[in-house]
């Protein structure tokens, strides 16, 4: 007996302590499942609304990633990919003059009609335009066999691209060779490449730069959509922004690789409903796991009132019985956290194979949600407690 009561002094108080709040979640365990799965659906929520919107932002971003330079030259109106602004390749030629400067090189971009040939619908195509000796674009596919971009209706087709352009893939891989028309232009795909869509459009297509304006016949010959600016190794970017920043028309500007991929994304999350639609979503899934869980947590302060009064008229402050319930949304906070992982990771998954987006779990997102869940049952347990708080023992007795 003396052994044991020595192991029990010796034994931090917090250990000896009953754990109430977790006798109080699994006292129900019907209750606790149903708790767990309500807060797992609106993790899910969030989950989808975050990995959706950060999906479809990453899209945005890969042909940017895939530009075969450290600066770009664009118009000074430029707000997005897929607009069409032009502006003189003579200012892209003064950057040949800039220490540190390799070479130059245009990248066109424009949107046009393709036709699908099978059923006769037009689908809407993002065209690269690049040229093959030093393409603006790096793409592998191309670079290990640019002859084939020197006929003169050859194309390159994203492979990632919508099913609704025709089975273009599987014709080419059997036949090598898909024909069909861009703008009433007859147009051949003899390559495959793969980089996956954006909002611009439901195809990608690379060409050069002489097909390139076949197609856009009514495009002046001196206009460009971009302008690709290659660095000697070890150069400063922004050194080289601000010289050319110092004497450059203001009719266009110069961006390094990294600003043009935060201005694509801002133009889409501030400019477009998808910014409001995809915050609406998480904000939903929030107020849902709210409500769940204030819910179960005001249920259990009604059922056990008797006791909860009990304890405050033994000498048990409002903390005390406060923090049993605040306790209580940790738990199952925490309980809920890992369903909804696995369940969001299955959901990503999906959504990456069935709409080629880069919809994938990142740690800061994982986090990130795990504190949303916290905060959210937190703020629930503690409007639940306002009846505790405002408990007198003699009320119930």
């Known amino acids: 007996m003396t052994v044991k009561l020595a192991l029990l ?3 931090p108080r917090f250990l000896r302590r009953t754990p109430l709040a977790w006798r109080q979640v699994t006292h129900r365990p019907m209750r606790l499942v149903a ?9 899910v929520l969030v989950f989808f609304q975050l990995g959706l919107s950060g999906g479809l932002y990453d899209s945005q971003k890969r042909p940017i990633q895939r530009i075969n330079g450290e600066l770009v030259m664009v118009s000074g109106r430029y707000l997005y990919l897929g607009e069409q602004l032009n502006f003189q390749r003579a200012h892209l030629s003064q950057a040949l003059g800039i220490a540190g400067v390799k070479a130059v090189t245009p990248l066109y971009i424009g949107l046009t009609e393709w036709l699908n040939r099978d059923n006769h619908q037009q689908k809407q ?9 030093n393409p603006g674009l790096r793409i592998p596919e191309i670079a290990s066999q640019p002859g084939l971009l020197l006929r003169s209706d050859s194309l390159f087709f994203d492979t990632r691209s ?37 909002f611009a459009a439901d195809i990608n297509l690379i060409t050069s730069s002489t097909n390139f304006k076949n197609y856009f016949p009514d495009q002046n010959s001196d206009d460009i959509q971009m302008g690709v600016i290659q660095l000697e190794p070890g150069v400063n970017p922004l050194q080289v922004k601000a010289t050319l920043e110092s004497f450059l028309d203001p009719s266009v500007k110069v961006m ?14 501030h400019n477009t409903s998808f910014g409001i639609i995809f915050g609406l979503g998480v904000l939903v899934g929030l107020a849902v796991g709210c409500i769940i869980v204030y819910q179960i947590l005001y249920s259990d302060v009604s059922d056990h009132l008797p006791e909860y009064a009990t304890l405050k008229a033994i000498g048990y402050d409002d903390g005390f019985v406060v923090a049993i319930i605040l306790q209580e949304s940790l738990i199952l906070a925490v309980l809920a956290f890992w369903p909804s992982l696995l369940l969001s990771l299955g959901l990503y998954s999906f959504l990456a194979n069935s709409t080629s987006l880069m919809v994938a779990m990142t ?3 994982a986090v990130l949600v795990f504190l949303f869940t916290l905060a959210m049952c937190s703020g629930s347990g503690w409007l639940a407690t306002g009846k505790l708080r405002r408990l007198d023992p003699a009320d119930i007795f």
Not at 35 to 43: D, E, H, L, Q, R
Not at 256 to 269: C, F, G, Q, S
């Open 35 to 43: 708790a767990i799965a309500g807060v797992s659906f609106a993790n």
């Open 9 to 11: 002094l010796r034994t």
């Open 363 to 365: 740690l800061q997102r």
């Open 256 to 269: 390094t690789i990294p600003e043009l991929a935060d201005t694509e994304v801002k133009y889409w999350r």
């Open 162 to 198: 919508k099913k609704s352009a025709g089975p273009v893939v599987a014709v080419v891989k059997k036949e090598g060779a898909y024909a069909t028309e861009l703008r009433g232009v007859r147009a051949v795909v003899t390559g495959l490449f793969t980089m996956g869509v954006t």
């Open 125 to 133: 195509a993002l065209i690269f335009g690049i040229t093959p000796e």
